[in-house]
């Protein structure tokens, strides 16, 4: 499982993965630690511009908490904290995007500017947080899987079937079980050469947790898609991949997670096209002249 509480010297000012990084980090936090990273996210040039003191009357916690939350975050301390604040405020500025949550007055020129720009900012937070060697050993793993089973309840399960087609279209053995039931069933019978491989927004999902319990009881590799730190769905895996998401009123979380869950699968799934080269070249060209030929005849 990849450590989200980067070392100081590894923090990089990039406002995309400081951003990504507070808001992976955001749910498991304790209170008064959440109310500093919620204040990050709502107001950041508030936060690069006060004191220590300034910010202990705003948010309504101690100086210690805010420092252990600075330290959480990956900085040595507040001033640190600060002045990645105020880089990541100056680069936001220069972008002249469109923010803000979507309101019921907006326009619908208006709509679409602030789906794009979230949706944006969605992806460059992603990209910007994927592990990238997590994802190398994950692919290793698929490729030397012998079946790869895939569940996501709800909204999820679109990602599930995703990958599953992407990764059965290169000769993989895979499966996307739609009902909770099937899926569990699966996932009992996977054994130490499979790979489970769960999707969920909050890693609370009830039936996704049942799915990912039983295949890590088999002893098969286990794999978690989700956007929360220490949520319990990753208790059950060997390897966490962490995608951006958001909650408004209106995206909710299955909308706002979703284009960054379907990115980190498209990277998950291209590294492991770059391991199986020569075989998922046959199978692409075997499977689009079959499609081709099939397409052909109905004309």
Known sequence: MSDLRAHPADYSPDPDALVARVRVLLP????????????ILDDPVRVSRSTLQDLVQVVGTSEATIIRTARTLGFRGYPDMRFALATAAGQRRQEH?????????????????????????????????????ALGRIADTIVAARKIVLYGAGASSLIAADLQQKLMRIGLISHAPTDNHLAVTEAVLLTPHDVAIAISHSGETSETLAFLRQAHKTGASTVALTSVDSSTLT???????YAAGRDDI?????????????MAVDCLFVAVAQRTYDSTT?????THDALSASRARKH
């Open 97 to 133: 995007q469109i923010t803000g949550d979507i309101t019921v007055t907006d326009s619908v020129r208006d709509v679409i500017d602030k789906i794009a720009g979230a949706e944006q900012r969605a992806l460059r937070e992603t990209a910007a947080h994927l592990d990238a060697e």
């Open 28 to 39: 498991s936090l304790p209170p008064a630690s959440a109310r500093v990273a919620q204040l």
């Open 250 to 262: 209106f995206r909710p979380a299955a909308l706002s997670s979703r284009i960054s869950h379907l």
């Open 235 to 241: 208790t059950y895996a060997d390897r966490v991949v």
């Open 282 to 286: 046959r199978a692409v060209a075997a």
